[in-house]
């Protein structure tokens, strides 16, 4: 079956834009997660959506956002880029996202601002 | 708070040496343990996870990991190494919950010099 899917592969931005990040989970998963990767910080957890509703989220500021649709495909917002947020977002997907089930990455968003 | 210490940042070995990643986690309840791997130019896999049980857990590719609870370590291990296994690999902890959170480590590269 198809795994996680990422829409745009690539993205440049310039700083004071915004930006909208794709990804459909696995087909049957209904949790959705978003990880910031960078050389300096590694990956950090951005959020978690499940049937529609954030149920965590890591330390990021209200500049990132995002949401969950219907049909578990969820999108990730970032408003007034900053240089800093230049990354590789991934999303990650799994049935319940339940502590104890594997998360499915996909290939990641990486997102240059300029 | 929750945290994942990976060791070794950047590990290079000859084929059939053997391999020993380490990765320490800080929190004093349950976890779930994880180690995902990166090879270059695709997304993260999972190579292999604990939840309870056995604390010798086996995974792809003749990996395999053992959880210490007293000292908090959840090592990587293959008794030869491939040119193959030349990646990036991570340690990450799911700290319990009804969440899919995963708190990463920094990450080791591994290089497999033929």
């Known amino acids: 079956k198809a795994g996680v899917t990422q829409t745009p592969r690539y993205l440049i931005k310039t700083r004071g834009q915004q930006v909208t990040l794709s990804c459909s989970p696995i087909s049957g998963h209904r949790s959705v997660s978003w990880y910031q990767q960078t050389p300096g910080q590694g990956l950090q957890f951005l959020f978690e959506y499940f049937s529609e509703t954030q149920r965590n989220k890591g330390n990021f500021p209200g500049r990132f956002s995002g949401r969950q649709f219907s049909n578990s495909r969820s999108e990730m917002n970032v408003s007034t880029l900053e240089l800093g947020d230049s990354a590789l977002y991934l999303c990650a997907s799994s049935l319940s996202g339940g502590d104890s089930q594997p998360q499915h990455f996909g290939d990641g968003t990486r997102l240059s601002i300029l | 708070a929750q945290s994942v210490s990976q060791h070794n940042h950047h590990v290079i070995l000859s084929e059939a040496a053997s391999l020993e990643l380490g990765c320490n986690y800080s929190?004093?309840?349950?976890?779930?343990l994880f180690w995902y791997v990166q090879y270059p130019g695709q997304h993260l896999q999972l190579l292999l996870k604990y939840f309870s049980g056995d604390p010798l857990v086996k995974g792809i590719k003749g990996f395999e990991a053992e959880f210490i609870k007293s000292k908090f370590s959840f090592n990587l291990r293959k008794p030869s190494v491939q040119w193959s296994d030349t990646a990036e690999y991570f340690c990450?902890?799911?700290?319990?919950?009804?969440?899919?959170?995963?708190?990463f480590g920094q990450g080791t590269t591994l290089q497999v010099k033929p």
């Open positions: 990450a902890v799911n700290a319990g919950g009804n969440t899919g959170k995963l708190i």
């Open positions: 929190y004093g309840g349950t976890v779930n």
